[in-house]
């Protein structure tokens, strides 16, 4: 195969193309540069470069110029991280990123960003997987999938002898694991990179190691309860009120009792767990431990 699984070369320009401002900036918000400060970087680069007459640069140049804009230190920070970013980037190995957490951790957007900064195209949940799976299996046949993930409870049979709502979550989560090692391994036979997310993703229940493939594992969780609500508040208004922001704000104690179990269970099984009091460093963090997995491979290997 001589294309990449997922992303693109450092944007340096090359014989078919030049050097663009616009990718390079995505390439340094991706390595953790703040906005602002990776797009005066790529300008910075690019009048260089147009000083001297030239399409593509180096990294030596690059190094340079990024010490100037963002001083010696923060300059040859970066140009080391987008190093460790263009060795993730270049591999020949597949990479699926699994990012679960309770409701309303900020999954989706942490999963959405990720993967668009490390040019991965595929980005599913576990959500849209149960939703597939209620289209076979009715009600009366499977009614566990067809209740919130902190209402399952509420379609399994007997008296469960533990925590209702977590032995809930977990049985629907059993049902919902089946598809998500089925979409696993279909990314893995058709070799390309996934980012898949969704409160399901219950550490010990899906596979961390495939081969063929770098498995990243974390779970999202917000320490405070008063910050969780907050979250609740803020999705509300991203969209619209689509999602009953009510129902999930009067059942926040069964869902935190969910993020507590998810949380001890990490632990018990080795899965990162990333706070997400903020968005951005979140997001580093994730794609921190994504090259840091691929850096423990190669050196594996």
Excluded at 118 to 142: C, K, N, W, Y
Excluded at 223 to 244: I, L, Q
């Amino acid at each position: 195969m001589t294309q990449r699984r997922f992303g693109e070369p450092l944007p340096l320009g090359d014989e078919r193309f030049p050097y663009s401002k616009g990718l390079m900036a995505r390439a340094l918000i991706a390595a953790g540069v703040a906005a602002d400060r990776a797009y005066d970087l790529a300008r910075a680069l690019e009048v260089d470069l147009a000083g001297s007459g030239e399409r593509t640069a180096d990294l030596d140049r690059l190094r340079r110029v990024a010490c100037g804009v963002l001083g010696e230190e923060a300059g040859g920070r970066v140009v080391e991280r987008l190093q460790r970013l263009d060795d993730l980037l270049a591999l020949e190995t597949p990479v699926i990123v699994l990012i679960g957490g309770t409701t309303g951790t900020g999954k989706s957007t942490v999963a959405a960003e990720v993967a668009h900064r490390l040019g991965i195209t595929r980005v599913t949940s576990t959500d849209f997987i149960r939703q597939t799976m209620r289209a076979f299996f009715p009600p009366e046949l499977l009614p566990v999938i067809h209740h919130s993930s902190f209402e399952a409870w509420a379609g399994v049979d007997g008296d469960a002898p533990g925590d209702p709502i977590v032995d809930g979550f977990l049985e629907q989560s059993r049902h919902v694991c089946i598809g998500v090692e089925a979409a696993m391994r279909r990314s893995l036979t058709e070799g390309w990179s996934m980012v898949l997310e969704g409160v399901h993703l219950v550490p010990g229940m899906v596979p961390t190691a495939l081969d063929g493939a770098l498995v990243l594992h974390v779970v999202m969780q917000i320490p405070s309860e008063e910050a969780h609500r907050t979250h609740f508040h803020v999705r509300d208004t991203a969209t619209s009120g689509t999602r009953a922001m009510a129902k999930y704000l009067d059942r926040l104690d069964d869902i935190r009792r969910i993020q507590r179990f998810l949380v001890a269970r990490a632990g018990r099984e080795g899965v990162a767990v990333v706070e997400n009091t903020n968005a951005e460093r979140a997001i580093g963090g994730v794609i921190d431990l994504v090259m840091q997995l691929a850096e423990r491979e190669r050196s594996a290997g």
